[in-house]
């Protein structure tokens, strides 16, 4: 699903115009990346939770040329669903 598709749907969904879904969308992802910045655990109760982890430094290849590299520490962001999210995805049949 696209951006533009869940803002379809969640107009269609609740109402509101598609303009008014595109800036609470666009309110939540700033929200989400202020909140990170400052506090590396974001939990959504009933969607999961997103934690800023640190990446270490390790040893890699680039695939175009098989030459090893080292591939610098970095700091990415995991998520890791609710039980909520979880039951209803394994109930799909």
Not at 40 to 55: D, H, S, T
Not at 73 to 82: G, I, N, P, W
């Amino acid at each position: 699903m696209t951006k533009s598709e869940l803002v379809a749907q969640v107009s269609d969904d609740t109402g509101m115009s598609k303009s008014q879904v595109q800036k609470v969308l666009e309110s939540i992802i700033e929200t989400t990346i202020k909140t990170l910045k400052k506090d590396p655990r974001f939990p959504i109760f009933g969607l999961g939770v997103f934690q800023v982890v640190k990446r270490p430094k390790r040893k890699g290849r680039n695939p175009r040329t098989g030459q090893p590299l080292i591939v610098k520490a970095h700091k990415a962001v995991k998520f890791k669903a609710a039980k909520k999210l979880k039951e209803a995805v394994n109930s799909v049949k």
